[in-house]
C-alpha cells in the first residue's frame, strides 16, 4: 500500500495530483470531440501554437495564461486568414502555423538567460511545481470548459455527423466550430502547466481514443475518457516517482501505452470470436451440433 501512497504524500506532489486530473477533465471533454471529428492535427497544432505567447510572457515577466491566451488568438486568427485569403485547404494554414509558432516560440525564449531550463518547462511542464493559485486559475477554466460543453454538447453533435446536417437542424455550425476551437485553446493553457505545451497533446487524444475502441456513445466515450485521464496521471506520478523519471512525461506516456494494450486486447477478442463464428458456421454446414445446441 505504501507504493501506492508514498508518491502523494507532500503538499506539492498532491497539488501535482490535483493539477494532473483538472488537466485530464479538461482534455476529455475537448478531445471527446476532437477525435470525433478527425481534428487531431489541429489539436497538435494548437498546443505548439500558443508556444510564442508563453515564451514572451517568460521573457517580460508577464502572465502566462495571458499570453498563451495571445498566442491562442494569433493562431486561430492566422489560420482563419490563410483559408479565407487562398485556395489553400485548412490543414495546410494549420501546417504552416505549426512550424512557425513553434519556431517563434524557441527564438524568443532563447533570449531568456535561463534559455534551457524555461524551454524545457514550457514544453515538458512542471507537475510538480504547480502552485495553489496555479490550480485555482485552472479550476476556473476547467469549469469554464465544462459548462461551455454541456451548452454546445448538442451543436457539437450534430456537427460530428455533418456540418450539412448541423445546419438543417437549424444550428450554426460555424459558431461552434469557433468555439470548439475557443474550447481547445482554453484546455491547452489551463493543463500547460501541469503537463506542458507538447505533452498535453497526450491527454488530448490518448483517452478519448481509448475510450472510443470501448464505447458506442458519446456520453459513455466522454465518461471513460475522462477515467482513463484521472488513471493515467495518477499512475504516471507513481510510476515517476519510484522510477525516477518526469512526472510530466510519464503521465502523457500512460494513456498512449494504454491505447495500444485496449487495441490488442480488443483485435485478440475479435480474433477469438472470429474463429467460433467460423467453428459454428462450419458445423453448421457439416450438419454437426452446435455448441449451443448441445447444452440446450
Known sequence: MDWLTDPFLLGFQQRALLGGLIAALTCSVVGTWLVLRGMS???????????????????????????????????????????????????????????????????????????????????????????????????????????????????????????????????????THALLLVMIGAAVIGSFQAVGTVLVFGLLVGPPATAALITRTVPWMMAASMLIGALS????????FHWGTAGSATMALVPIVLFFLVLAVRAAVQAARGRRLRAAARRTRDGLPTRRSVTS
Open 233 to 240: 496521471v495518477t499512475l504516471g506520478l507513481i510510476l515517476s
Open 41 to 175: 492535427f489541429f489539436g497538435d497544432a494548437f498546443v505548439h501554437g500558443v508556444l510564442p505567447g508563453i515564451a514572451l510572457a517568460v521573457v517580460l515577466g508577464g502572465n502566462l495564461h495571458v499570453g498563451a491566451a495571445v498566442a491562442a488568438a494569433v493562431m486561430m486568427a492566422g489560420i482563419s486568414l490563410v483559408h479565407r485569403a487562398t485556395t489553400l485547404k485548412e490543414d495546410t494554414a494549420i501546417g504552416l502555423l505549426f512550424v512557425g509558432m513553434m519556431a517563434l516560440g524557441v527564438v524568443i525564449i532563447s533570449l531568456s538567460d535561463s534559455y534551457t531550463g524555461s524551454l524545457t518547462a514550457i514544453l515538458f511542464g512542471d507537475a510538480l511545481g504547480v502552485s495553489p493559485e496555479g490550480l485555482r486559475v485552472q479550476g476556473a477554466i476547467a469549469a469554464a470548459v465544462v459548462v461551455l460543453g454541456l451548452v454546445l454538447y448538442r451543436p457539437l453533435l450534430a456537427l460530428s455527423f455533418s456540418e450539412a446536417k448541423a445546419r438543417a437542424l437549424g444550428m450554426r455550425p460555424r459558431l
